[in-house]
T-cell receptor, first 110, second 116 residues
């Protein structure tokens, strides 16, 4: 079955440093979503990417969808303590059935 | 607009007992998902409804788990009998296709189940 892996599993950064998490799917995706989950909270939608090679920006966050639509990345510039949490990608193979990745837990040290 | 509501928020049961979770999605959202999130892992899809019909339940352990969506609105997820490995947070999410091509999932606060 479809698998979605993320690396790294954990990342500790100093406040102000950049952070990147990578998402890889075993199958070609129709679209990919990114979510943020704060400790003790529920996943909150960040963005959805649909087109091959698509790049979208939200303030300090940059999202990219690979040309083959099998991988994606999330880059945060100049991290802040409010960025703490676990970032998940979720891939859809075309049936609106989303398979969540393993997640990257980000810790920001002030 | 009101968010996705779930109850109870916490539940502790002994193994072999039964438990039920309730979810009320955002009004008008046709798609409803139930996920199981084990500590330290990503949410795992258990079942997906479109209105009151099941779209996908391939990962639902049907020997012990069951789910229904009444009149295409509220949904309940039941476990009978529970096992220790069912300890997890059960998340309900809903989405609307009127925002095509974006299918943002709105998650409820979840029900934390502990099986002892």
């Amino acid at each position: 079955g479809q698998q979605v892996m993320q690396i790294p599993q954990y990342q500790h950064v100093q406040e102000g440093e950049d952070f990147t998490t990578y998402c890889n799917s075993s199958t070609t995706l129709s679209n990919i979503q990114w979510y943020k989950q704060r400790p003790g909270g529920h996943p909150v939608f960040l963005i959805q990417l649909v087109k091959s090679g698509e790049v979208k920006k939200q303030k300090r966050l940059t999202f990219q969808f690979g040309e083959a639509k099998k991988n994606s990345s999330l880059h945060i510039t100049a991290t802040q303590t409010t960025d703490v949490g676990t970032y998940f990608c979720a891939g859809d193979s075309g049936t609106y059935k989303y398979i969540f990745g393993t997640g990257t837990r980000l810790k920001v040290l002030a | 607009e009101a968010g996705v509501a779930q109850s109870p928020r916490y539940k502790i049961i002994e193994k072999r007992q039964s438990v039920a979770f309730w979810c009320n999605p955002i009004s008008g959202h046709a798609t409803l998902y139930w996920y199981q999130q084990i500590l330290g892992q990503g949410p795992k899809l258990l079942i997906q409804f479109q209105n009151n019909g099941v779209v996908d339940d391939s990962q639902l352990p049907k020997d012990r788990f069951s789910a229904e969506r009444l009149k295409g609105v509220d949904s309940t997820l039941k476990i009978q009998p529970a096992k220790l490995e069912d300890s997890a947070v059960y998340l309900c999410a809903s989405s609307s296709h009127t925002s095509y091509p974006i299918y943002e999932q709105y998650f409820g606060p979840g029900t934390r189940l502990t099986v002892t």
